[in-house]
């Protein structure tokens, strides 16, 4: 009940230096435009992001508060990162690039940066990671931190898992084979949605009605539920082989999201068909491959080129919480879900060495900033190509 | 008003003709199986008698629509057969519980799961919309900004990893919160409400940043018509031109927004209740996924559908209601 009190007793305090500070603006600056125009609700406005601005300054001075303090400093770093980004893409490079990078925002070069960290990454990982990733290197359960007083190991930075395997080297590794077989199960999702979307587009008629009909009955069941229970039945035709499984899942998720894809590739390709262009091409006689792969294609490129992005998170969302799930890549191959439900334990020692949080929450934080970054860069190409408000 | 109730009447028929396709691709994805499940089942080294018993005990020697017609048939009321794990293990005691049935098992995690879900609407719903209006009303501020940041990166975290942040914050380094919720019959509401509560924020972070925005979209949408912009040279305040002129006619998509976002908390529903081993209908579909225990499989994923399905259902219904241009349509 205390809490409530606190948090009332902070409501009306900040009402109440709203109307203090907008009264003594007033009085202080002569009644200047800027603060006799200001309403009480902009000044309110102003009252909570100080008392924000306080808040967060006396959590950082609080001796307990490490995450906090790493979580500030881990924001600051991405800022400056980006910021740091964006200033060379201004000045290095050929004209056109620098005129992209001239009017970009810090979030969208912050996701371009982290879309070419992550892909490097994942392509050289094999020369990156220290140790292989089934590797089984002796001393188990390693604390991260590299600290030997808190039970952990320089050799190990973030420490082992509890059969030994380096955390870092499947980290790396988890790049490769996550991020690897969502970018693989997205490319699969797109062939098949798009080529059929704009194929029921072109054609029309009944082929449209079956495919159109048949993709709504797809669609209408929870698409992770569908995973869960084709995986179910993908499990007995694989009769345990690992491999196997990995391979189902691709393709069962590329099925299940492709139905997403028809229908964008299916609307825009409609827009585009009764275009003057393509019955111009008709009328010259072009064949059907023409006619999707030089007419239609190229227009529609720009949605589903955001569609990709936006599919690709959700794919890679969708792999990742599978593999959580324990039902998703499998072991040994290194991957970020899977590590975190391994590593989930390791949390309930917090209180006593904040480092050993890092294990379970870095593979998180790893698929948390890929889909935050091709979000953040989404967001920027939607906003630019159709002046998008939103 | 008789159009109304004509097209609210054939809604729920297109949704119900919807559920019905929807069970018979659940049903023949499961019958794409090899052989049986009754080899599935009893493993390589069964008997031929044992896997002939269990197949005319499950009534795997008809033919596929008949199976079909009696599973629906069956679970219209409300009999959704034996779990294979209950049943293997009745096998060996020579009797049938009335416990092992599917639906025993499954009834108390769904009221749980709808408590979970009621839970996490009561905090969310409020709280997104009063967000979104703020973020309307304080548009391109360091208010808006921040909070499109911070809404953009909480839809795109996996569910766990919030959740697991919660854990560590309001568990582990300040315990406030249990960070497991072992719900059994005959808790206090209390107690249940206390055990509840981290599953229900980490839902309601992952769904109000989603419904924000859409708030925030949706009242925007509306700020250049004409009447805002006569109320606002009338000299209303902005507060006031959003709550009485904007809000109203946003309704509509807000509370289409609202159940949509219901309905998505049906899937994010079953890993949060993985994470904190609630007992839900989801960490029992999970579980039966992995003993490809599959009659249940079968049951969660009708249920799951079938929520999902109403809810879109809802959604639907709604904005036809509140909406007089599609209540009489040209």
């Known amino acids: 009940m205390s809490l409530w009190f606190w948090i009332i007793a902070a409501l009306v305090a900040i009402a109440a230096l709203a109307r203090v500070g907008l009264w003594a603006a007033r009085k202080l600056s002569g009644n200047a435009p800027r603060f006799r125009d200001m309403s009480y609700g902009v000044a309110f406005g102003y ?18 508060a490490v995450y906090f303090r790493w979580a500030v400093m881990g924001f600051a770093i ?17 004209e ?17 940066l982290v879309i070419i960290l992550y892909a490097v990454v994942a392509i050289f990982a094999g020369w990156i990671a220290p140790h292989g990733q089934e590797a089984v290197l002796g001393a188990a359960n390693i ?36 991020v690897g077989l969502a970018f693989a199960t997205t490319l699969l999702a797109f062939f098949l949605g ?25 669609m209408a069941i929870p698409s992770l539920i569908f995973a869960l229970l084709l995986l179910t039945i993908a499990s007995v035709w694989a009769e345990g082989a690992r491999g196997l499984m990995t391979l189902y899942m691709v393709l069962i998720i590329a099925v299940i999201d492709s139905t997403r894809v028809f229908r964008l590739a299916r609307a825009v390709g409609i827009g585009i068909v009764v275009m003057d262009y393509v019955e111009a091409a008709k009328l010259r006689g072009e064949g059907m491959g023409h006619l999707v792969f030089r007419e239609i294609l190229p227009n529609a490129m720009a949605p589903l080129l955001a569609e990709f992005g936006l599919r690709f998170c959700f794919v890679f969302l969708t792999i990742a919480s599978l593999s959580f ?11 970020w879900g899977t590590m975190v439900r391994d590593l989930a334990q390791f949390i309930n020692f917090a209180a006593f060495a904040p480092m050993v949080a890092l294990a379970p929450l870095l593979p998180a934080l790893s698929i948390a900033v890929l889909t935050v970054g091709v979000n953040f860069v989404v967001d920027w190409m939607l906003h630019r190509s159709s002046g998008l408000k939103s | 008003m008789g159009s109304v109730i004509r097209i609210v009447l054939q809604r ?19 019958n794409l ?11 390589q080294s069964a008997t031929p008698e044992a896997v002939a018993a269990i197949r005319t005990q499950l009534g795997l020697d008809q033919s596929l629509p008949v199976r079909y017609a009696g599973w629906l048939w069956d679970a219209a009321r409300g009999d959704l057969g034996v779990s294979f794990a209950q049943a293997n293990f009745a096998s060996f005691t020579g009797r049938v519980d009335p416990s092992a049935t599917v639906l025993a098992q499954i009834a108390p995690r769904f009221a749980n799961t709808m408590f979970l879900a009621g839970v996490t609407a009561a905090i969310a719903v409020p709280l997104a919309v009063g967000l979104g209006i703020l973020a309307a009303l304080w548009r391109d501020t360091a208010f808006d900004k921040g909070a499109n940041i911070a809404t953009l990166s909480s839809i795109s975290s996996p569910e766990f990893f919030v959740a697991y942040i919660l854990i560590l914050l309001l568990a582990v380094v300040n315990p406030v919160l249990p960070s497991l919720s072992n719900i059994f019959p005959g808790m206090s509401f209390g107690e249940r409400l206390e055990k509840t509560l981290l599953p229900a924020l980490t839902l309601t972070l992952v769904v109000t940043a989603h419904m924000m925005r859409m708030t925030r979209a949706a009242i925007l949408n509306l700020m250049a018509q004409p009447y805002i912009e006569m109320a606002r040279l009338k000299g209303m305040r902005p507060l006031h031109v959003i709550l009485r002129h904007a809000l109203p006619n946003a309704l509509a998509p807000i509370v289409n927004v609202i159940a949509l976002n219901l309905a998505y908390l049906v899937t994010g529903v079953v890993v949060v209740e993985v994470v904190f081993v609630y007992p839900g209908i989801g960490q029992l579909f999970v579980d039966s996924v992995k003993l490809r225990d599959i009659p249940v499989v079968q049951a969660c994923c009708l249920i799951f559908a079938a929520a999902y399905i109403l809810l879109n259902l809802t959604a639907d219904i709604l904005s036809i209601l509140s909406n007089p241009r599609l209540r009489h349509p040209k």
């Open chain 1, 47 to 64: 009252a909570l992001a100080l008392a924000a601005i306080a808040a967060g300054v006396w959590l950082w001075m609080k001796p307990g």
């Open chain 1, 78 to 94: 991405c800022a400056v990162a980006a910021y740091l980004f964006r200033l060379m893409g201004r000045h290095v490079g050929p």
């Open chain 1, 96 to 112: 056109s690039l620098k005129r992209q990078f001239r009017k970009m925002p810090l979030t969208a070069a912050f996701g371009i």
């Open chain 1, 143 to 178: 604390v991260p931190g590299g600290d030997p007083a808190m039970g952990g190991d320089p050799a190990f930075p973030l420490g082992t898992d509890r059969i030994g395997r380096d955390i870092l080297s499947r980290l790396i590794y988890g790049a490769q084979n996550t």
């Open chain 1, 194 to 218: 798009g080529a059929l979307g704009l194929l029921a587009a072109v054609v029309g008629g009944w082929l449209d009605q079956v495919l159109s009909r048949g993709v709504d009955v797809l």
């Open chain 1, 325 to 335: 799930l324990g039902v998703g890549i499998q072991p040994p191959l290194a991957d």
């Open chain 2, 12 to 30: 729920l028929a297109l949704g119900l003709l919807t559920l019905l396709i929807v069970s018979a691709v659940i049903f023949g994805a499961v």
């Open chain 2, 33 to 43: 199986l090899p052989g049986d499940f009754a080899q599935a089942v009893l493993g």
